[in-house]
């Protein structure tokens, strides 16, 4: 009897990944860096750089949450080809045990009240201090740097984006507050405004969303895309993400031309959902 045999497939499917196992910093803990370069990469040719966290979900689905994956690849490479986005590159950052501290960005905590901080303590069955400010140094002080000597990057504001979902969301949204001349552009996927999983409270989300509002980088040199499902733990997000979209507002975005908000119904929190919409902030970030 003849047998099948299965089909090993490689990743990423498009372009080629070029590993550091173990980057050294002196502001977090060392993890994994993968950098993603597209098929026919010219090495003479300058490309934008799209920064992106939980790096192990984003290429090979036998490495990712719950054997998911962005398929970053796989949405990068038809557009590079059609000429729809600048050329890039993807650095994508990996997550360690920290994640949540390295994600949560210092004024989504600080600025809550005791008895708010003392819950999400609680909830992760820890104290909470922030490592955001130490994170973003890691990537803007020694990851970025090295990026930009090891290939041909566009290295201002306009060839430098970053990208992330859930509390990478809100990371990214930190970014580019805290560093406008280094990110000209953030994607923040189903953005986890509320902080906890147990709550949905604006309490947790205003505080943040104010600071945010407060510190947006200039319209006419940056772009912001956010967006959410309808299900699972992205079910409560639309009215917290309202609430941000009537600052984008106040502080001078125009949607569709340099802020873009997507509502993704029946969607839910996963990787899967995010692969299937990563098109839309690429397009929009990169064009």
Same mark, same amino acid.
């Given at each position: 009897?003849? #047998?099948?045999?299965?089909?090993? =497939? ?10 550091? %196992? ?28 799209? &920064? ?7 290429? $090979? ?9 962005? /398929? ?7 557009? =590079? ?13 990996? $997550?360690?045990?920290?994640?949540? *501290?390295? &994600?949560?960005? %210092? ?29 973003? $140094? ?5 990851? !970025?740097?090295?990026?930009? #000597?090891? &290939? ?20 990214? %949204?930190?970014?580019? /507050? %805290?560093?406008?001349?280094?990110? +000209? ?5 189903? #953005? ?6 147990? *709550? ?12 945010? +509002? ?10 912001? &895309? ?16 309202? *609430?941000?979209? $009537?600052?984008?507002?106040? +502080?001078?975005?125009? *949607? ?6 997507? !509502? ?24």
């Amino acid at each position: 009897m003849k #047998t099948i045999q299965s089909l090993k =497939i490689s990743y990423p499917r498009f372009g080629k990944i070029k590993s550091i %196992a173990s980057f050294a910093s002196q502001f977090v803990r060392p993890r994994r860096i993968d950098v993603w370069l597209p098929d026919q990469f010219d090495p003479l040719q300058p490309h934008a750089v799209l &920064y992106m966290h939980d790096g192990q979900n984003l290429f $090979n689905p036998r490495l990712g949450y719950n054997g998911q994956s962005w /398929a970053v690849d796989m949405a990068l490479q038809p557009l =590079i080809y059609r000429r729809q986005i600048q050329r890039v590159i993807v650095v994508g950052i990996w $997550n360690t045990e920290l994640r949540y *501290e390295e &994600y949560l960005p %210092a004024p989504a905590f600080d600025l809550l009240p005791d008895l708010l901080k003392d819950q999400l303590c609680e909830e992760h069955q820890r104290d909470l201090n922030p490592m955001s400010d130490s994170y973003l $140094n890691f990537i803007v002080r020694e990851l !970025k740097p090295y990026i930009d #000597t090891h &290939y041909p990057t566009i290295s201002g504001k306009s060839g430098t984006s970053i990208m992330g979902s859930s509390m990478g969301g809100l990371i990214s %949204a930190y970014a580019i /507050a %805290a560093y406008p001349a280094v990110f +000209g552009n953030a994607a923040c996927l189903s #953005t986890h405004w509320p902080l906890s999983l147990n *709550e949905d409270d604006l309490d947790f989300s205003l505080p943040f969303i104010h600071w945010f +509002g407060e510190h947006l980088p200039d319209p006419g040199s940056h772009r912001l &895309y956010f967006d959410f499902g309808t299900e699972t733990i992205d079910a409560p997000y639309e009215r917290h993400q309202k *609430e941000m979209d $009537n600052l984008m507002r106040i +502080g001078g975005y125009t *949607e569709g031309q340099n802020w873009l908000t997507v !509502k993704d119904v029946g969607a839910d929190h996963s990787e899967e959902a995010w692969a299937r919409r990563l098109p839309v902030p690429l397009s929009f970030l990169l064009r």
